[in-house]
Nanobody
Framework: VQLQASGGGLVRPGESLRLSCVVS????????IAWFYQAPGRERVAVSV????????YYTDRVKGRFTIAVDNAKTSVYLTMNDLKPDDTAVYYC????????????????????WGQGTLVTVSS
């Protein structure tokens, strides 16, 4: 099982980025795919999660209205479109997979996820 995150980079405040997470080695049927971020010296924190059939998605309050998560039709990639980026969004972003549908009470715990990608760095700075 492999999750490959990409799409990070250096942007100015207010700009946008789209992160990609390509999943291989497993079928995403009924899986949850989540994005987390980890700022330097801080713990890993949830951003968003989506069920592989796109019927369910959750966001943290911090990113609601700015970020959008989506699954491609082939169910091999999950995207995180990040708009109106702020310096506080600077972090390494990780994608993760859980073989169960997302649970709105537990999806934000890192312990829910069995497989993790390597992370992609997003830097928001003027």
């Amino acid at each position: 099982v492999q999750l490959q995150a990409s799409g990070g980079g250096l942007v100015r405040p207010g700009e946008s980025l789209r992160l990609s997470c390509v999943v291989s080695g497993l079928s995403l049927d009924d899986h949850s795919i989540a994005w987390f971020y980890q700022a330097p010296g801080r713990e890993r924190v949830a951003v968003s999660v989506i069920r592989s059939d796109s019927t369910t998605a959750y966001y943290t309050d911090r990113v609601k209205g700015r970020f959008t998560i989506a699954v491609d039709n082939a169910k091999t990639s999950v995207y995180l479109t990040m708009n109106d980026l702020k310096p506080d969004d600077t972090a390494v972003y990780y994608c993760a997979a859980d073989p169960r549908p997302p649970n709105r009470f537990t999806w934000f715990f890192t312990s829910q996820y069995q497989n993790w990608g390597q992370g992609t760095l997003v830097t928001v700075s003027s």
